[in-house]
């Protein structure tokens, strides 16, 4: 699914890159960055402080903190 239509960023996308990413990014703008596209409408925000929030839980693995709001817009 398409979670950054300025950038046509997929949630698989971002998912496989953080979870990849060597340095983990912090914020959403530092998510941006990560991948190499640069914010526009901001319209993803939201969401993409979901999955960043999600990765930084798998990372510590703490998986109980996962959103399940993500993983059902994600199915
Ligand atoms: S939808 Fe992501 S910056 Fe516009």
């Known amino acids: 699914m398409i979670v950054c239509s300025c950038n046509a ?3 698989r996308h971002v998912r496989t890159h953080l979870a990849n990413a060597p ?6 703008r530092d998510t941006f ?3 190499g596209k640069t914010p526009g409408c901001g319209r993803c925000a939201r969401t993409l402080r979901c999955l960043l929030r999600d ?3 798998e990372r510590a693995g703490d998986v109980a903190q996962i959103n399940p709001e993500v993983q059902r817009s994600a199915a």
């Open 55 to 57: 990765a930084l839980a």
């Open 33 to 35: 960055r990560s991948c």
């Open 23 to 28: 340095t983990m990014p912090r914020t959403v």
């Open 9 to 11: 960023l997929s949630d």
